[in-house]
């Protein structure tokens, strides 16, 4: 699993270096960075994918997907990209998130110890 986890990693990371992001940081930590900053420019586009983003990986982070990535990948410089960067970037996530947000609640419908703890918690309770 480690392996498939490399490659999803390294994926990511090429999207976010195609987008104008630096190459060795995710799209999770990228918007998670620019969606926190009070100076960021464009700050409700970065919030808006924020929640694109948390959304689809919800069953398996819980809360903030995003903002965990920025915490576990701080030490890194962040790059906005030029307008035409940002454009691809949207698309980007639009596109792949709309397969992956199904393929995840799929699955933790499938294999429920895939869910998030919090998760398992939340639907114990309702």
């Known amino acids: 699993m480690n392996w498939i986890l490399g490659i999803l990693i390294a994926i990511d990371q090429l999207g976010n270096a195609i987008s104008g992001g ?11 960075y620019f969606s926190q900053m009070d100076h ?3 700050k409700w586009y970065w919030k808006k994918l924020e929640w694109i983003i948390d959304y689809t990986f919800y069953p ?5 997907h995003c ?3 920025f915490q576990a ?13 940002r ?6 996530i639009i596109i792949v998130c709309l397969f992956i947000s199904a393929v995840l609640r799929f699955s933790v419908l499938v294999i429920p110890s895939w869910r998030n703890k919090s998760n398992k918690n939340n639907a114990v309770k309702t």
């Open 22 to 32: 630096n190459p060795d940081s995710t799209i999770s930590a990228r918007v998670g």
């Open 60 to 64: 398996l982070d819980g809360l903030n």
């Open 67 to 69: 903002l965990q990535a």
């Open 73 to 85: 990948d701080k030490d890194e410089k962040f790059q906005h990209g030029s307008d035409l960067a």
């Open 87 to 92: 454009a691809l970037l949207s698309i980007i």
């Open 40 to 42: 960021c420019s464009y």
